[in-house]
């Protein structure tokens, strides 16, 4: 299995644009998450999906950031508009089985530079 | 107020040194994992413990579940385990998310 993939690897953009991030988990995992690392706050939830179905979204930090999941293998993290405050990795991540204690397998991250 | 708070934030060792990382969580847990990210960026897996101790290769994490800690050691460290170190856990009653450590970054000296 080729893991957890995220795309863009690096993406660097002006404030006021508009960034998608974009994560494939695992096939037949059940569960996704985003998380987002900063020097400052370390690493930080910001929504997760059980079943392509958004369980606790209250990391998200405002309005200005949406996460989709349309299907199991694909989601979505989209940030409108994007301020250079934004500037994180931010990592996917899936696990198998939602109501377990298990292993989370993380993606590379998407380094975003909001300039 | 963060529920895992883990100690040193950051630690620089000898080769070969046996090397400690500490995390405290302030609530019961269902389990309390282990991750490794490298300069690189890639975050890992080590260990997942609910109770007493694993042990793989050099590294060998315990937990103490009535005194709400867990350490990570390194025996033999070498320059190859240089990374940070993160202490993360599924809290009792709270759903399916990890609640991560700060973080400890080490650094092994050749």
């Known amino acids: 299995d080729a893991g957890v993939i995220q795309s863009p690897r690096h993406e660097v953009t002006e404030m006021g644009q508009e960034v998608t991030l974009r994560c494939k988990p695992i096939?037949?995992?059940?569960?996704l998450f985003w998380y987002r690392q900063t020097m400052m706050r370390g690493l930080e939830l910001l929504i997760y999906?059980?079943?392509?179905?958004?369980?606790?979204d209250s990391g998200m930090p405002e309005d200005r950031f949406s996460a989709k999941m349309p299907n199991a293998s694909f989601s979505t993290l989209k940030i409108q508009p994007s301020e250079p405050r934004d500037s994180a990795v931010y990592f996917c991540?899936?696990?198998?089985?939602?109501?377990?204690?298990?292993?989370?397998?993380f993606g590379p991250g998407t380094r975003l530079t909001v300039l | 107020k963060n529920e895992v708070e883990q100690s040193p934030q950051n630690l620089t060792a000898q080769e070969g040194e046996f090397i400690t990382i500490n995390c405290s969580y302030s609530?019961?847990?269902?389990?309390l994992h282990w991750l490794q990210q490298h300069p690189g960026g890639g975050i890992v897996s080590l260990f997942m413990?609910?109770?007493g101790k694993k042990k793989h290769g050099r590294l060998i994490a315990t937990i103490n579940i009535q005194e709400k800690h867990s350490s990570l050691h390194i025996t033999a460290s070498h320059p190859r385990d240089s990374a940070v170190y993160i202490c993360?856990?599924?809290?009792?009653?709270?759903?399916?998310?990890?609640?991560f450590g700060t973080g400890t970054s080490l650094t092994v000296i050749p």
């Open positions: 413990l609910s109770s």
């Open positions: 991540a899936s696990k198998t089985r939602v109501q377990s204690y298990n292993e989370q397998f």
């Open positions: 096939s037949g995992h059940n569960s």
């Open positions: 993360a856990v599924y809290l009792k009653n709270t759903g399916n998310q990890f609640y």
């Open positions: 609530v019961g847990i269902s389990a």
């Open positions: 999906f059980n079943n392509n179905v958004p369980i606790d």
